[in-house]
């Protein structure tokens, strides 16, 4: 506080009289209220004026001040020096406002200020219409933080549609590709075909050149047992020679392909049972007769696949 000295000499008996008062003790943050001083003046007296410039104790601003004014009343026998400040707060709390000393002996009383915060349920509060400020979430009002986590909540909301809309349309649009999918046709090779790569693996093993004749002479039996169980549909594989002979004369099949069947199947018994030895020309002839049964027994334009 800087102080301005101001001397009145006055032609009458000393008295004097002095007072700072506020508009109110209690207030809302941000209400501006006044705050005055008074100073009645008798003759011969000096006093020391106060000066505030941007506050009257820390807390409380200063919104506006007047000049210093003297004022005759008819009631006063002496003139009074007054000064207005228009003053607020910003925080909210209890300030006190120290006595003005105006001399050593001359001071004012003490005066107490309450700031009280604006709560929602005050009915004095002052009506806002600011837009939600931007900041940390204490600088906010209820209202600003209700309205704020309701957008949040509302953002939220919008992000979960548009990803299951987004999973949404992946997924139909796998179906849609999965169906579009050129499904490859499963390949299906003929049954003599098959028989007959059997044989050709078979030839290249040179089983019965190493002397393995009934290994030999049973694969030819069960390639061609299988080749003609699948042909003829008849369990071949269960049945004994003479049985599948009966069978494919049952159906017709033509004499001299059963007869080299029969060549076939009971040669290879004989040497199965060991009935019999086998020479080469026999050997390289059940091979001959194997491969020309199936070729003669072949179903012709037979489909590949399906």
Request: glycine letters at 2%; hydrophobic letters at 40%; one cysteine or more.
């Amino acid at each position: 506080m800087k102080n301005l000295t101001l001397i009145f000499l006055f032609l009458s008996t000393i008295s004097f009289s002095q007072k700072a008062s506020l508009e109110k003790d209690t207030i809302l943050i941000g209400d501006q209220i006044k705050f005055t001083i008074n100073h009645v003046l008798g003759c011969d007296y000096q006093i020391e004026w106060p000066i505030y410039n941007n506050s009257i104790v820390d807390g409380i601003e200063i919104i506006k001040k007047s000049d210093i004014d003297t004022l005759y009343d008819h009631d006063q026998e002496f003139p009074i020096i007054q000064q207005q400040y228009i003053i607020t707060s910003f925080d909210s709390g209890t300030y006190t406002i120290p006595p003005i000393f105006f001399s050593e002996s001359v001071k004012s009383e003490e005066l107490i200020l309450v700031v009280n915060t604006i709560t929602v349920n005050d009915s004095t509060k002052m009506s806002d219409h600011s837009p939600l400020l931007i900041g940390e979430d204490e600088d906010l009002t209820t209202e600003e933080l209700d309205k704020l986590n309701e957008n949040k909540r509302n953002r939220t909301m919008i992000i979960i549609v548009i990803v299951l809309l987004l999973i949404a349309i992946a997924y139909l649009v796998y179906k849609y590709l999965q169906r579009k999918e050129i499904i490859k046709p499963k390949v299906i090779v003929p049954i003599h075909v098959t028989a007959l790569n059997k044989l050709q693996n078979l030839k290249k093993q040179k089983l019965w050149q190493k002397g393995e004749l009934k290994e030999y002479y049973s694969e030819i039996s069960t390639i061609i047992r299988e080749y003609t169980e699948l042909r003829f549909v008849f369990n071949a594989l269960e049945l004994p020679t003479s049985d599948i002979l009966s069978e494919l004369k049952k159906l017709k099949v033509e004499k001299k392909i059963i007869e080299s069947l029969g060549i076939i199947l009971k040669r290879a018994d004989n040497i199965k049972y060991a009935k019999g030895l086998s020479l080469e020309d026999e050997n390289k002839e059940v091979m001959e007769l194997s491969v020309n049964f199936i070729k003669k027994t072949k179903i012709e334009n037979e489909r590949i696949s399906k």
